[in-house]
């Protein structure tokens, strides 16, 4: 059922020796789940569930669905993907408030990018039920400075910021903070342009537009497996590449730069996308460097994350974001990607996690993998 064993003979290259810059205050917990107590994956009903579950059930791991409300009717359509449970809450603080029941049920939580944004960070972080993944990753992540310094002094390329207006002597693409979905965001070619359109009273900043082609890169990290792409103690796995759809972004060229029409960068779905193979070392570099200096900096990312980039036409990428969980754009690959097919066919990152966990009872380490 997937289980990762070493080919015979195989050993494992010495450790790389990590001096950190930075005391991690997180320790990760020691779970009580064994073998002969199997945990139950849940997460809630939305954003990259079905994989969750689908993955989940194909390792072999029962499965609850938390959802808002009324379970959603649209899973009756997908039985591979219904969760064996649902776990109807009112609102997302609800499940802090139920937490005892859900630690009551054995859950293990896989979060996904709804989750952690309707729930809040904060309230993540402080979850005490068992989720998969390191959530210190969660203070480096949610602040855009102190992502830019992970990725920055990871030594991965990333777009150039202005601290001023009067500095703006390229296109450059404004964030407001807290902006979300792709709204929030504009471009301006100038400082007039850029007066023309900010708004008072707001955070934010300005980069500089990378012109190129976007790709979404999904990786996953393990901290277990010690066969395949070394990094740090354990793997690093590319599972897909996507590119997301935006609306109206992608289609503006077809009224024009003139028509007037303010671009907005709002996801509507993903398009499966593969790589020039001769980019391949420049991605596993990138995903490396991400990993390793995660490690120093919060004791380690884990599992899948999502390096979002634009390869420039001298074939160089720049990072525009890194997302540290699963992400909508693995939906793509359900019965996996041309990629994952080279690992494992039909490898979803659902059922990569799955595995995870998995492995990780059968070594006796789930407090590895789980926070
Ligand atoms: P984000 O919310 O950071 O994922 O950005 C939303 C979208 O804005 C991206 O998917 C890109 O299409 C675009 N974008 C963000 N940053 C840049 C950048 N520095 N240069 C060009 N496009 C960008």
Known sequence: MGLWIPRPGFKSRPRPTYTPTYTPTYVPNRFTMTENNIPTIATVCSHTSLQIFDGARKEGF???GICLGKPPKFYDAFPRAKPDEFFPVDSYQEIVEKTPELIEKNVIIIPHGSF???????????????SFGNKAVLEWESDRAKEREWLTSAGVPVPVEFSLPDEIDRPVIVKYHGAKGGRGFFIAKNKEEFEAQIETGQEYVIQEFVLGSRYYLHFFYSPLRTDGYRVGDGTLELLGIDRRIESNIDELYKIGASSGIDPSFVVTGNLPMVLRESLLPKVFDLGARVVERSIELFGGMIGPFCLETICIDTLEFKVFEISARIVAGTNLFISGSPYSDLIEPDLSTGKR?????KLAIDMGRLGDVVS
């Open 116 to 130: 952690v944004e309707y729930l809040g960070a904060s309230d993540f972080a402080r979850l005490e039920i068992p």
């Open 353 to 357: 996690i799955a595995q995870e966990i």
């Open 62 to 64: 029962e499965t609850l």
